[in-house]
């Protein structure tokens, strides 16, 4: 079992910034593919970013790519995102994910195994 627990998020004004992060349980964090998805009020979930398990790979959106930055730090078992020059159109519920063994439909949120309780952004304009 995998318990991954967002933090992070808050109310910023456009152009601003936030980090996200998703601190995870377990001894064989290393090994998970991390990804990062947000659902809008009223809309359905997107996926927002990725990272493999070694942190060499990294993969976006179009709509954050540029502004956003997925990392992680393998001995604290946790994975970030930093998010910057924010948009009202970014508001979401942020959710971290975790695939205990990679699977290349990373944009689709049955690819992973667990997941967090997000935590809330909102974007003033």
């Known amino acids: 079992q995998v318990q991954l627990e967002e933090s992070g998020g808050g109310l910023v004004q456009a152009g601003g910034s936030l980090r996200l992060s998703c601190a995870a349980s377990?001894?064989?964090?290393?090994?998970?593919?991390m990804g990062w998805f947000r659902q809008a009020p009223g809309k359905g979930l997107e996926w927002v970013s990725v990272i493999n398990s070694g942190g060499g790979s990294t993969y976006y959106a179009d709509s954050v790519k540029g502004r956003f930055t997925i990392s992680r730090d393998n001995a604290k078992n946790t994975v970030y995102l930093q998010m910057n020059s924010l948009k009202p159109e970014d508001t979401a519920d942020y959710y971290c994910?975790?695939?205990?063994?990679?699977?290349?439909?990373?944009?689709?949120?049955?690819?992973?195994?667990?997941w967090g309780q997000g935590t809330q952004v909102t974007v003033s304009s």
């Open positions: 994910a975790a695939q205990l063994y990679y699977r290349n439909n990373y944009e689709e949120m049955n690819s992973y195994d667990y």
């Open positions: 377990g001894r064989t964090f290393s090994r998970y593919t």
